[in-house]
């Protein structure tokens, strides 16, 4: 077994969080920490839109029969309550790797688009600098999308809210670009692991195969949050790290494995 020390000091632009670890020789690349422990959700920080940090509103966020789940049989509308659940840790450069399925019906008022659609955020915002009316964090979506048994609908797709990155040499400005991956109906289980490396380059991948990659990750100056974030960086809008979290978007979702790899960077 290999080992490997290394030092980094990540400063994530303004009050994304600036911090510095120093890490003592570890084990070998295909060490996996379990961001999820399948019993609690200790370690987690809980986002609704319209609340203060922590109210988990209708116990949205839950952890039954070892699985983390998003709930709404509290509510009697979804009201545009958007939900994020975030890990209390940043990263910068690492692989993520996650489980997931669709389950039941969308809540009463869902938005269409948000049919069987989740998300994986990365390189965001701290969920204690967003506004409590913010839907969204500025962040990094990795789109999590299932079918409704008829038409193509890709999953780990790219959205970007508050965010632009560089895609073939282009900046990239459109709100969400589709994936290459299959479709996924009904309420199977799939696997989608993204391998972030700060500024360099983020890709997705679908039960295995690269879908979709792009570089330069950045933050949107016409972006009214976004452009908090820049002034408080000094001007800097580059991203090379951040939060993680996952998403409450109106329809049920459920989490059994939410891991992550660090890489050296």
């Known amino acids: 077994m290999t080992t490997w020390r290394t030092k980094w000091c990540g400063v994530f632009l303004g009050v994304f969080l600036a911090t510095c670890v120093a890490s003592a020789t570890s084990a070998a690349d295909d060490e996996w920490i379990q961001l999820f422990n399948g019993k609690n959700l200790d370690g987690w920080k809980v986002k609704l839109t319209g609340y203060e940090l922590n109210d ?11 699985l983390l789940k998003v709930r709404y049989d509290a509510y009697d509308k979804f009201g545009r309550r958007f939900g994020h659940i975030f890990y209390d840790q940043p990263f910068a ?3 993520i790797r996650i489980e997931y399925r669709f389950v039941g019906e969308q809540a009463v008022d869902g938005p269409g688009w948000a049919f069987r659609n989740s998300g994986i955020m990365v390189h965001g915002q701290t969920p204690e600098s967003m506004r409590k009316d913010q839907e969204f964090p500025v962040s990094i979506e990795v789109q999590l999308l299932g079918g409704n048994g008829t038409d193509k609908r890709a999953t780990g797709n790219l959205c970007s809210p508050g965010t632009h990155v560089v895609m073939d040499g282009k900046l990239l400005k459109r709100h969400c670009t589709d994936s290459s991956s299959k479709t996924y109906h009904g309420d199977q289980w799939v696997t989608v692991e993204v391998e972030v490396r700060g500024n360099k380059s983020i890709k ?10 792009y570089t330069q990750p950045q933050l ?3 972006d009214e949050d976004a452009a908090k974030l820049i002034e408080q960086a000094g001007g800097n809008k580059m991203l090379s790290g951040g939060s993680i979290s996952l998403q ?18």
């Open 248 to 265: 409450a978007e109106s329809h049920p979702v459920e989490f059994r494995k939410v891991e992550l790899r660090k890489l050296d960077d």
């Open 93 to 95: 450069n690492y692989v």
């Open 204 to 213: 997705h991948f679908v039960e295995g195969e690269l879908v979709l990659e």
């Open 220 to 222: 949107d100056e016409t």
């Open 56 to 66: 988990n509103f209708g116990n949205t966020f839950r952890v039954e029969d070892g």
